[in-house]
């Protein structure tokens, strides 16, 4: 069983998340806004009961934010971070719960804003004009706004790896670690490989994975929202090739897909498809075993059976590592 790790909704579920509010508030009045927690705004001016009142105008994307435009050019931007999500109730819905952090009040409903957990980190900013709203971008290429060369430009500004690098929002925007995971693998490269050793052909690959997997899952999620608000925002999905697939079998070359994890995150990858068969490390585990680290999946396959049949504590914790 995949470890079930928090994701930071990307550039495919904000997209969707627009489309669905585009068709419930543009054009509407915001009647009130409801704050629940004191942690969530994070400007002062201007005040956010100027918004209220204010018909909504357009919406936009920046890079992993939901920006709302009212007229008079004020915006709203909500950050969602790792747990936030929104919900679309009855207009004047209860803030129900420890989770229920705002909700923004039109004539045929209300966007409410929830965060699981503990830890409040997603935020709402009220910007006045596009020069509040560049303060808030990192600055990343927009994907399907770009040509090669541009994408290619980006990347190499400093010798990155490539998951680091695509997930980093001041290089590309909108991409966080679950996306990446399928690009890389659409794309057939390792997520250790570093962006200034990648060639001509390497690179076409990549720009071309990058932007048909995005669309791809932009396509899917709309097809499943087109009826019903999206209230399933979720790092992992059924039809993934690799992301939070550690174990189960490559689509393409049916060997058990791989993973690196470090901190709250992990890389997922196939090793046939994207490393030449090698297993890459993990910093903590291969720490411990060294030189029994196992190098090819061979080596793995190896290391798994003497698990299976001698009970080796070192080589059971590689064979299942991280397995919950």
């Known amino acids: 069983?995949?470890?079930?790790?928090?994701?930071?909704?990307?550039?495919?579920?904000?997209?969707?998340?627009l489309s669905?509010?585009?068709?419930?508030?543009?054009?509407?009045?915001?009647q009130q806004v409801r704050?629940?927690?004191?942690?969530?705004?994070?400007?002062?001016?201007?005040?956010?009961?100027?918004?209220?009142?204010r018909t909504v105008c357009e919406l936009r994307r920046i890079g992993k934010r939901i920006a709302i435009g009212m007229e008079g050019d004020l915006w709203?931007?909500?950050?969602?971070?790792?747990?936030?999500?929104?919900?679309?109730r009855p207009s004047g819905a209860k803030l129900a719960g420890r989770n229920s952090l705002a909700a923004f009040?039109?004539?045929?409903?209300?966007?409410?804003?929830?965060?699981?957990?503990?830890?409040?980190?997603?935020?709402?900013?009220?910007?006045?004009?596009?020069?509040?709203?560049?303060?808030?971008?990192?600055?990343?290429?927009?994907?399907?706004?770009?040509d090669l060369d541009s994408f290619r430009t980006a990347l190499m500004m400093e010798n990155r790896t490539l998951k680091r690098a695509l997930t980093d929002p001041r290089i590309v925007s909108g991409i966080g670690n679950a996306y990446s995971d399928e690009?890389?693998?659409?794309?057939?490269?390792?997520?250790?490989?570093?962006?200034?050793?990648?060639?001509?052909?390497?690179?076409?690959?990549?720009?071309?994975?990058?932007?048909?997997?995005?669309?791809?899952?932009?396509?899917?999620?709309?097809?499943?929202?087109?009826?019903?608000?999206?209230?399933?925002?979720?790092a992992f999905r059924k039809d993934m090739a690799v992301h939070g697939r550690y174990g189960q079998p490559c689509p393409r070359c049916g060997e058990p897909i791989q993973r690196i994890r470090y901190a709250d995150n992990e890389?997922?990858?196939?090793?046939?498809?994207?490393?030449?068969?090698?297993?890459?490390?993990?910093?903590?585990?291969?720490?411990?075993l060294g030189k029994d680290w196992p190098r090819?999946?061979?080596e793995l396959e190896s290391m798994t059976r003497r698990a299976r049949g001698d009970g080796g504590r070192a080589a059971a914790s590689a064979a299942s590592h991280g397995k919950s």
């Open 1 to 17: 069983m995949p470890c079930k790790l928090n994701r930071m909704p990307e550039l495919p579920d904000i997209a969707v998340y």
């Open 20 to 30: 669905a509010l585009e068709a419930r508030i543009v054009g509407q009045r915001l």
């Open 35 to 53: 704050v629940a927690s004191a942690f969530l705004l994070r400007t002062v001016q201007p005040p956010l009961s100027s918004a209220e009142g």
């Open 76 to 88: 709203l931007v909500l950050h969602l971070m790792i747990a936030g999500r929104l919900h679309w």
């Open 105 to 146: 009040d039109f004539p045929s409903g209300s966007v409410v804003l929830t965060e699981a957990g503990t830890k409040r980190r997603a935020s709402l900013h009220v910007l006045s004009g596009e020069e509040g709203l560049q303060s808030i971008d990192p600055g990343g290429v927009e994907v399907f706004a770009c």
């Open 183 to 234: 690009i890389l693998h659409a794309a057939q490269l390792s997520p250790i490989k570093q962006t200034h050793k990648l060639g001509s052909e390497e690179w076409q690959r990549l720009f071309t994975a990058t932007r048909e997997t995005l669309q791809l899952w932009i396509d899917r999620l709309k097809t499943e929202a087109k009826v019903d608000f999206p209230e399933k925002v979720t």
């Open 267 to 288: 890389t997922n990858y196939c090793a046939r498809c994207q490393t030449e068969g090698r297993v890459l490390a993990d910093r903590s585990l291969s720490r411990l």
């Open 296 to 298: 090819t999946l061979d």
